[in-house]
């Protein structure tokens, strides 16, 4: 899944206000933050295979340190720790942590069964949605219009840029997720990390359009 995770983050605004939305993204999309650095070392392994979903050319032949359950539940722990002990925020922290562990649960509905629940399970899991296309593009668009409908809601533009700038986000994930799913494969793996790593982007994009955007309810943080 890919839009689902951005539209978590933008929802999560509805829920903890003083967290912003590059730290909601950040932590929406940590699992898939960690995996390009882990091929990159060679802990994990992908594979492109053409045709193995009528989404994604991607096998996933082994990702148990960004990818399964409990290693989904330690980083959502990890990463709620880190933001309470800087933040002192112990409810926007445990949303924080929430939206780590959510990326699991959201890609063991599209994946194809290919996630542990642990390092080393030799059982893989998932319902494999990403083998019906026009159910995947209704769940992934609709719930980033959804979280982009509670974003909104939750806060209010200061400025121009607080205006345009929610839209040019939801625009660029758009056409990034069609040309991921309609486009060719990647040549390479190596390829494939590097520009996993260009997700990184998003982060100081999104602090950006929060500075510029005004919590209905509560201050804002990071």
Known sequence: MFLGHFGLALAAKEVAPRASLGTAIFAAEFLDSVWPLLLLAGVETVEITPGITKVTPLDFTSYPWSHSLAMAIAWGAAFAAVYWLVRRDRRTALWLGALVVSHWLLDWIVHRPDLPLYPGEAARHGLGLWNFLAVTLVLELGMLAAGFALYLRATRAADRIGSIGPWVLVAILVVLYMGATFGPPPPSVRVLAFSGLLGYLFLP???????????????QGW
């Open 205 to 219: 994009f999104g602090w950006w359009i929060d500075r510029h955007r005004t919590p209905r309810k509560g201050p």
